[in-house]
């Protein structure tokens, strides 16, 4: 009943009490929804691409000349083009509780209330990119620089969410050079690796749609070479995994663990999308993949300096805690 006699400035006091002044079990939910539903808007982004529906809406940004919203003339792809786009408000809702998530812990914890307003200014950034590749009519170098964006986008989020569970950078390194350096390297190869896989796209079958023109690039020959960082890779991260094990490093090992598995699904689905005549659905599992590795690989380079938990979020959520416990026996 208190809520209902509450002025409106008692509630938004109440609220702002009621949010996050240390890294707890609400911060690190809303970190795994922002990483969760940047990847899932990758997949759905390829599916328009896959199923040529990228210009499903004509225009942008509104669906057509007169409409807002997709109309029966344009078919299937209209809905799966103004599905995709009604997504943004989706994560744009999430990049705003993120966002008052961590407002609290803004000086304390300036690298996740900083990663929040870059993860929310991603979103922006990434419709008008969206909406100019439409009006260029899908330039295949356009698309790549709209899915790019999107890599980076969700390697912020990876590393809000490692930076939760870890707390702030430190620039001590806790893992030997050499262990350092190789994994530098496997980033470096995931990076290429990603830039290549972009470019073949471009010259391929699904680089807008069925109209679009391509970059001009053989096919055959940018396939092949995508392929070589990829094999570089995954030799390095195994080098990474049987490293991290004997140094013992944790959680570097269990973060180059799972990057191997990704590269593993990641170069088999490449081998037989290429065999199979990219069939649509592995495409798009190849698209997903390609995140799941940025997301591992960038863990793998925050552990190399990773701190534990600030003590003062320690003790405050213990404090917290117990404050809690007398309040209930109350
Ligand atoms: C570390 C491993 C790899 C990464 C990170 C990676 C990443 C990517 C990315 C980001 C794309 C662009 C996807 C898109 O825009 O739809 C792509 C496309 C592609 N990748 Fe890979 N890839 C890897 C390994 C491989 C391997 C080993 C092959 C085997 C030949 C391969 C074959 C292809 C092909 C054929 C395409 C073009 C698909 C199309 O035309 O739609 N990839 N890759």
Redesign the pocket.
């Known amino acids: 009943m208190k809520g209902l006699t509450s002025s409106p400035r008692q509630i938004v006091s109440n609220f702002w009490q009621w949010l996050p002044t240390v890294v707890d079990r609400r911060v690190r939910a809303i970190a795994w929804v922002t990483l969760t539903i940047q990847i899932v808007v990758v997949g759905t982004g390829?599916a328009v691409r896959l199923t040529g529906s990228g210009l499903g809406c004509p225009t942008w940004p509104r669906c057509t000349v007169t409409s807002v919203v997709s109309t029966p003339e344009l078919g299937i792809h209209g809905v799966i083009e103004f599905a995709n786009r009604l997504l943004t408000f989706v994560i744009a809702l999430i990049a705003v509780v993120a966002f008052l998530y961590v407002v609290r812990l803004r000086r304390r914890r300036r690298d996740l209330f900083g990663l929040s307003i870059a993860i929310g200014a991603g979103i922006p950034a990434q419709a008008v990119l969206g909406g100019i590749t439409v009006l260029t009519g899908l330039d295949p170098w356009l698309v790549g620089a709209h899915?790019l964006l999107s890599t980076v986008i969700v390697m912020l989020s990876a590393i809000f969410l490692v930076r939760a569970y870890y707390g702030a950078a430190t620039h001590r390194r806790v893992a030997p050079r050499w262990f350092a350096q190789l994994s530098y390297l496997a980033a470096a190869l995931?990076t290429v690796?990603?830039l290549l896989?972009?470019v073949?796209?471009g010259s391929?079958?699904?680089a807008g749609d069925i109209n679009t023109p391509r970059n001009g690039l053989n096919s055959e020959v940018i396939?092949l070479v995508?392929?070589y960082p990829?094999y570089l890779?995954l030799a390095v991260t195994i080098l990474l995994v049987l490293g991290a094990r004997r140094l013992k490093l944790e959680p570097a090992r269990s973060y180059a663990g799972m990057l191997l598995l990704v590269?593993v699904g990641?170069?088999v689905i490449?081998?037989v999308?290429?065999r199979l005549g990219?069939p649509i659905a592995l495409?798009n599992i190849?698209?997903v993949l390609?995140c799941l590795?940025v997301t591992a690989m960038t863990a793998v380079i925050l552990s190399l300096s990773l701190a534990p938990l600030h003590e003062r979020d320690l003790s405050s959520n213990r404090n917290r805690a117990a404050t809690r416990v007398s309040e209930l026996r109350r």
């Open positions: 390829g899915f995931v690796a990603v896989g972009i073949t796209t391929g079958p699904h396939q995508h392929s990829a890779l590269e990641q170069v490449g081998i999308q290429a990219l495409v190849h698209l390609a590795l």
